[in-house]
């Protein structure tokens, strides 16, 4: 009979957590009301979320219901060290009924006077994301019926979780590189410009950008990249390269040399990040554009009565690929009126088709047209009115005819 109670029980506080009310709230709703019903089913005073960081090397307080001063003060716990590390490092759950700075790294578990805790993995897609862990400030021993619950709520919170923070790093990439691109280029004489950005609606916001400025030596400076991966961490890259680039810029008016001091800051700080550019410099008489690129698409050219083609550049090395090989440059010719279309492989690549028919249905939109028609033009051929796979940035240019 006992052994039935103790089943009903159980079916009951299961009940509680996969229940189809939790399903009709939001992430944020969802993660704190699966904490609240952690600590009540489990007799707990606290329920504590804890989050991989993108290097895998640390915890993250993320939330919390009990113990929120974990999160306010931003508490971090290597894999591998404490009680939440050793979870991580494990993958399986663990139980202490013994808490001080031998068994745990957090000192707000200690200051709070908890006593015994247990603690599962968070995994999603097979991958470990976190740690979900409640303690008791009562002295007791979890039971295997204890380990079981925890876990289901651990399924919960996992994709609850990361929903939650790919809608944060979704929205601050999307802010960061707002707030990065200009939302017009710059006045130039003698040169008419425009840019293009859209986002990508698979991928979402990556680290595709785009870049004109002018230099003291009276020089013009073009770039456009595309940094790997997408979402904040390649926006942060992408914000720090475009600025690095700037930087070196203004050193030397060599697109080779900069994209080679820019391959070593890549190498040297940002460990594991990859990009493809051009980086292209207008001459002050503006009828030559030396340019250099790094893995990344060749620009298109085009003059009054012609369509597009594809400059002959040579290419070079992706930055980042840690291969220190020499870099070059290519000068072509910028007559008036002569156009110059950069762009992003967003453009061009879809899994329907080669990269190669892509390039040709672009040659064929590109003419020596205004730069904001170009765009227009370019988009519509290239997208047809549907969304973009994966982030796509143009940069036009057109050198007057009257200059």
């Known amino acids: ?18 229940d189809a009310a939790l399903s009709k709230l939001g992430v944020e709703d969802l993660l704190q009301e699966l904490l609240v019903r952690a600590r009540e089913l489990l007799q707990a005073d606290s329920a504590t979320v804890m989050l991989l960081d993108p290097a895998g090397t640390e915890l993250v307080a993320t939330a919390a219901s009990g113990l929120e001063r974990e999160v306010n003060l931003g508490i971090r716990v290597p894999v591998g060290r404490g009680f939440a590390g050793t979870v991580a490092a494990h993958g399986r759950p663990l139980a202490i009924d013994h808490v001080d ?7 707000v578990l200690i200051d709070e006077h908890i006593a015994a805790m247990l603690g599962v993995p968070m995994i999603t897609a097979g991958q470990l994301i976190g740690v979900l862990y409640v303690g008791a400030r009562t002295p007791r021993q979890f039971t295997p019926g204890d380990v079981e619950l925890l876990q289901l709520v651990a399924d919960r919170i996992a994709p609850a979780t990361q929903a939650r923070m790919h809608s944060l790093d979704r ?8 707030s990065l691109l200009p939302t017009r280029p710059p006045d130039i004489a003698g040169l ?9 609606a698979q991928v979402g916001v990556g680290g595709d950008w785009y870049d004109v400025f002018d230099l003291p030596s009276g020089n013009i400076g ?6 790997a991966g997408n979402g904040l961490r390649a926006a942060v890259v992408m914000g720090r390269i475009r600025s690095a680039l700037r930087a070196y810029a203004l050193e030397t008016d060599d697109p080779a040399d900069v994209l080679t001091r820019l391959d070593r800051k890549i190498q040297r700080f940002e460990p594991g990040a990859m990009a493809t550019a051009i980086y292209a410099v207008i001459a002050p008489s503006l009828d030559t554009v030396t340019m250099s690129t790094a893995g990344h698409p060749p620009p298109m050219f085009a003059t009054p009565g012609t369509t597009g083609r594809l400059l002959s550049v040579r290419a070079n090395l992706p930055l980042g690929t840690h291969m220190s090989l020499p870099r070059t440059n290519t000068a072509v010719a910028l007559p008036p009126g002569g156009t110059l279309l950069f762009y992003t492989d967003g453009l061009v690549e879809r899994r329907a088709h ?3 028919e892509g390039l040709d249905r672009l040659a064929g939109a590109v003419t020596a047209s205004h730069p904001d028609d170009l765009c227009a033009t370019v988009m519509s051929t290239m997208l047809r009115d549907q969304p973009a796979p994966d982030d796509v940035a143009l940069l036009a240019l057109r050198r007057s005819v009257k200059d």
């Open 354 to 356: 080669s990269i190669g």
């Open 101 to 107: 700075e031998t068994t745990v790294v957090s000192p």
């Open 222 to 227: 073009v770039a456009v990249g595309d940094v």
């Open 1 to 18: 009979m006992s052994e039935r109670r103790d089943s009903r029980e159980q079916l009951r506080r299961l009940q509680q957590v996969t």
């Open 192 to 200: 008419e410009l425009a840019v293009r950005y859209v986002p990508g």
């Open 171 to 178: 929205a601050t990439a999307f802010a960061l590189q707002r």
